[in-house]
């Protein structure tokens, strides 16, 4: 299958994992700024009208950067799609509701603030000051939702990235959902460790405060699929060569090399967004990398993520690709320890996935592997400098064991994927 033009124009852009339902709202994005000459501000009352009564506190994304991630985040229909993720919604909800002695009477940021709905939590346990921190003019419809319950009191807006704006004081907690596909993906936080670092007092603490990233090996018939929509888009290649030397005489021979790589790096070098159940897991998942984000530098986060780790095989192979996910835990700070520690996975789940779900990288052909046999692995995570908001993966794999599979892998093997 060769993709529509709508998706390898999303792929392009950094913004290929968006469901299709995302994609008109993009190009809309890129119609006004290209109307415009720069970032429009947008509310539900209409994208093209400017926002007289909308104080800027701070400063608007770049144009680049406003086009590839902060312009989809303008939309109510986005907010709304992550609010109806309950498994989300509520493990933020329990978290701040569980833990009102820590936000009474306590000065909060909230980063990355969408509709403002952490900030309604917080007010709600008990904070005397929320700062809503929100880039987009999705701020404006923030600043109606918490007039209209009666939290404007508590609750200010400020619009503007938190790169570049002021805050009359520090603040005690800070709040925000910054986590993306792969818990990487989007970058956004560093912005947060950018808020921690100008804003949090010490022992300050951090919601949430640590987070995890899982790999396991699994089971999976989407691998075959795609390489079978590989060939198929191949053949499309062939008929439409085709057809353009039977209507137009001209050979497209010289580009069929370039559009096979194109169409190899789409469907076997691309990781997956996946609702992965658990019966499709062969072992459990290795932890790889673990972070508490009040010890973080903004430094570590942007070098490469670099680590080995050892996946266990316990049903056998053959292993037809890898699922990675993260969780995030809500325990609050040394000096102020959360009451009630909370915690959001985005592991398979047989009630379903939340909005994450996970990412799915491919085997093909597959590894195999006996029962209980290991996979050596060691992996590399970095920025696509193209665009620093989504990610390459480079992986070495090892099957270890007394199996024939293992004596038989002598030299590791070599992955690579995009996580678009």
């Known amino acids: 299958r060769v993709p529509p033009p709508e998706e390898n124009d999303m792929l392009k852009s950094g913004l290929s994992s968006l469901p299709a339902t995302r994609i008109g709202s993009f190009h809309k994005c890129r119609r006004l700024i290209q109307k415009s000459g720069s970032p429009v501000q947008m509310s539900s009352n209409g994208p093209e009208k400017k926002m007289e009564a909308l104080k800027l506190e701070g400063k608007a994304p770049g144009e680049t950067d406003y086009a590839n991630y902060f312009c989809t985040y303008s939309f109510l229909y986005h907010q709304k799609e992550m609010l109806e993720d309950h498994k989300r919604t509520g493990a933020y909800y329990q978290a701040i509701m569980s833990n009102r002695r820590q936000f009474k009477d306590k000065v909060v940021l909230d980063v990355g603030a969408g509709s403002g709905i952490l900030s309604i939590f917080a007010a709600k346990a008990g904070a005397k000051k929320v700062y809503a921190v929100e880039a987009t003019s999705v701020a404006a419809d923030a600043r109606k939702l918490i007039a209209h319950n009666k939290l404007d009191n508590v609750i200010e807006v400020v619009q503007g990235t938190i790169e570049s704006i002021e805050l009359p004081e520090k603040v005690d907690i800070i709040v925000s959902e910054w986590m993306g596909y792969f818990l990487l993906r989007e970058s956004m936080l560093d912005s947060v460790l950018v808020a921690r670092d100008k804003f949090l007092k010490p022992g300050g603490a951090m919601y949430p405060s640590h987070a995890n990233i899982y790999m396991a090996p699994i089971r999976t018939h989407m691998a075959t699929q795609k390489l079978n929509e590989l060939h198929n888009g191949m053949e499309g290649w062939s008929e439409f060569m085709q057809e353009m030397r039977d209507f137009y005489q001209v050979d497209m021979g010289c580009l069929t090399e370039p559009f096979r790589k194109e169409q190899k790096e789409y ?50 192979g053959p292993v037809e690709g890898f699922t990675g996910y993260f969780d995030v835990l809500f325990n609050g700070s040394e000096e102020n320890p959360a009451d009630c520690d909370v915690k959001l996975s985005t592991a398979p789940d047989p009630t379903g996935a939340t909005h994450w779900g996970q990412q799915v990288f491919y085997l093909q052909p597959p590894l195999e592997c006996a029962p209980n046999d290991s996979i050596i692995a060691s992996i590399e995570v970095t920025r696509k400098p193209e665009n620093h908001r989504l990610l390459r993966v480079n992986m070495l794999v090892k099957v270890d064991g007394t199996s024939t599979f293992a004596q038989q892998s002598q030299q590791p093997r070599a992955l690579r994927y995009n996580i678009d």
């Open 267 to 316: 469907y076997l070098h691309t990781s997956q967004w996946m609702n992965v159940h658990p019966q499709q897991l062969l072992g459990s998942p290795a932890c790889f990398k673990k972070y508490d984000l009040h010890k973080l530098t903004l430094e570590e986060l942007q070098a490469p993520l670099k680590e080995q780790f050892v996946m266990h095989v316990a049903d056998g």
